[in-house]
């Protein structure tokens, strides 16, 4: 067997591995069907920094909640737009909404996770569940999260919204979350332990039992964080709380960047503190190049100059594998098409993030979001 041979039959198993994991995964991953418990009180907890343009239609979604009581506390993180004014005249007719100023941000705290803090001091009820403003609820959203929260053990459960794309930039990047997600999580696994090296959730919708985020010290446990998606599950599984993922496509939507610069700045700032390490950040570029771009780059060489059949055949499949796994989540989670179709396209724009990331951190560049720049490398979590 030739060296190219090699190199085709190791890119065909790396393109292999997500979709025979991601295949069972799919089975796992499913929307919550359990009803909570009559009575059942949730809390609909909205960080909110200049969010004018939707933070009326977070909050008027919020309050068409169905079969649970709720209350909506939005905190105005120091905005310099109208956010304000605008929960401010919905509070006025719906008692059920409350909106509350900011305190100062604390040094080593990052803006999320100190207004998360804060809102769960502010709540009301024992199921606190935690959306982006820029996330919009379905009428049974807050019963059905409610209902798979309280039926198992877990202290923290969360769920993906569905992610809306306008641009091809969000096409290419934003549906590779679900599968780095699905095709690169045990989560069989991760439903049998509480290992931190488990923990996996979605900062845009989090659910969490009052006396479990207590106990696993909330997002203090976390505060220079900037990706609550990975931190805070790990929080609560080191606290020996369990943790789950469920299908919120038809929940919840969010469309959570808009455009290429919001791409980039988005997936750039809390990289550190999830692949874009020294010691991660070369094994996922081997797993998502190796078995996802090598691949087409092997079929392109062969179009120009002549390679062993068996090497051809090899990264074929290999090239099929990769779209055929996108496409079957694009079909699933209602995502681009075309963005599954150019999907090695998405891997190359992603691992730039990546190594871009990872080289800002290095070079000591700060992160920058919402107008706020926060030290590089990944914050501190506590112990």
């Given amino acids: 067997m030739s060296v190219i041979d090699l190199i085709a039959g190791l890119s065909l ?49 919020a309050l068409l909640s169905r079969g649970v009581e709720v209350e909506v506390v939005v905190l105005d993180d120091h905005s310099t737009d109208r956010t304000a004014e605008i929960v401010r005249a919905i509070a006025a007719r719906d008692p059920r909404v409350r ?28 199921v606190l569940l935690f959306q982006d403003a820029d996330v919009r609820l379905s009428p049974a ?3 059905l999260t409610a209902g798979a929260l309280l039926s198992g053990g877990n202290g923290l459960i969360s769920g993906f919204p569905r992610e809306e794309t306008g641009t091809l930039a969000e096409a290419l990047v934003i549906p590779l979350i679900h ?17 931190p090296r488990f923990g996996a959730a979605c900062g845009q919708l989090i659910a969490v039992r009052k006396e479990a985020y207590l106990q696993a010290g909330g997002h203090a ?3 220079a964080s ?8 790990r929080a609560f599984r080191r606290a020996g709380q369990g943790t789950d993922l469920f299908d919120a496509t038809g929940l919840a939507r969010c469309r959570m960047y808009r455009g290429w610069r919001e791409v980039w700045s988005g997936f750039s700032k809390n990289a550190t503190e999830g692949m874009a390490t020294p010691a991660a950040l070369p094994v996922w570029t081997l797993l998502l190049f190796g078995g996802h771009v090598l691949p087409w780059m092997l079929l392109g060489w062969a179009a120009l100059h002549p390679l062993p059949m068996t090497a051809v055949v090899i990264a074929g499949l290999a090239a099929m594998a990769g779209v055929i796994f996108r496409l079957l989540l694009a079909v699933h989670f209602r995502q681009s098409v075309v963005g599954a179709l150019l999907h090695p396209v998405g891997i190359l724009i992603m691992l730039a993030i990546q190594w871009s990331a990872l080289l800002r951190a290095r070079h000591g560049k700060p992160a920058e979001w919402r107008g706020r720049a926060y030290p590089a490398g990944p914050g501190p979590e506590a112990p």
């Fill in 141 to 143: 959203a807050a019963r």
């Fill in 221 to 223: 446990a976390i505060a």
């Fill in 226 to 233: 900037l990706h609550d998606g990975v931190t805070l599950p």
């Fill in 13 to 61: 198993a790396l393109a292999l591995l997500p979709l025979g994991q991601g295949m069972l995964n799919l089975y796992l991953y499913r929307r919550p069907t359990t009803a909570p418990p009559l009575g059942t009180a949730v809390s609909i907890l909205i960080p909110a920094r200049n969010e004018e343009t939707g933070i009326a239609a977070a909050v008027d979604a």
């Fill in 99 to 126: 909106l509350e100023p900011a305190p100062p941000l604390p040094p080593g705290w990052s803006g999320k996770q100190h207004a998360c803090q804060v809102l769960a001091g502010l709540a009301r009820y024992p």
């Fill in 179 to 195: 599968f780095l997600l699905l095709g690169y999580l045990p989560m069989a696994g991760m439903r049998r332990s509480t290992d």
